[in-house]
């Protein structure tokens, strides 16, 4: 029980500065409801299910040059991971949301994926890959190919919101940034993780 427990406390208590005000278009009534596992209808939310992720906000299925890329974090030993563009299966591949763009353009890369206790790590799996999302910090590295140009993305920014919360879509077209999305405390459903990195300029 305590090892199941123990990422859950430990995430709570030590991630308190990376919480932020949400940012949302629903109502307070509706988030008192638990949607977290629970759709409006009573039915169960399939969260392996790209398109459940942001309902107020749909991805937008267009076409694309390239429909796979794929991203490496060395500190994670993810190395080569699938992202599939506007895809819907995160269970089978990392998830580019649909609409936002490319990797190397002007404006606000979204990928997101799976995470669960970090004792079921596996860096292969795509249910288990960013479990140890929360372990980056400042400074360390996202790696993305895409259309056999390789980018380097500096984290410099961590941020936990609500489910509810569409900041991770929001955009600035200033420069190239990169924000990976996924669920935490480990092992729940009941907050998002962003990790915010912004492109590294050749010198």
């Known amino acids: ?23 949302t278009p629903v109502s307070e009534d509706t988030m008192n409801l638990n949607s977290l596992a629970i759709s409006g209808s009573g039915e169960a939310v399939d969260y392996s299910n790209a398109n459940t992720w942001f309902p107020t906000h749909p991805q937008k299925k267009g ?5 796979t890329y794929s991203v490496s974090i060395p500190k994670l030993k993810i190395e080569n991971a699938i992202v599939m563009v506007a895809g819907d299966d995160l269970s089978e591949s990392l998830v ?3 609409g936002t763009p490319l990797p190397g353009q002007y404006g606000n890369t979204v990928i997101f994926g799976h995470s669960t206790l970090p004792q079921f790590y596996n860096p292969k799996s795509y249910k288990t890959i960013f479990s140890l999302l929360p372990t ?3 400074g360390d590295t996202i790696s993305v190919t895409f259309d056999d140009v390789k980018y380097t993305y500096i984290v410099y920014d961590m941020v936990v919101v609500e489910p509810t919360d569409l900041t991770p879509l929001e955009q600035r077209f200033d420069d190239s940034y990169l924000t990976v999305v996924t669920c935490v405390p480990p092992g729940t459903y009941w907050k998002r993780l962003n990790v915010k990195a912004k492109l590294q300029k050749e010198v």
């Open 136 to 138: 980056l910090t400042y």
């Open 1 to 23: 029980m305590v090892w199941t427990v123990w990422p859950i406390f430990a995430f709570s208590t030590f991630a308190q500065q990376l919480f932020v005000q949400t940012i």
């Open 96 to 98: 580019h949301y649909g």
């Open 63 to 67: 076409v694309t040059p390239v429909n």
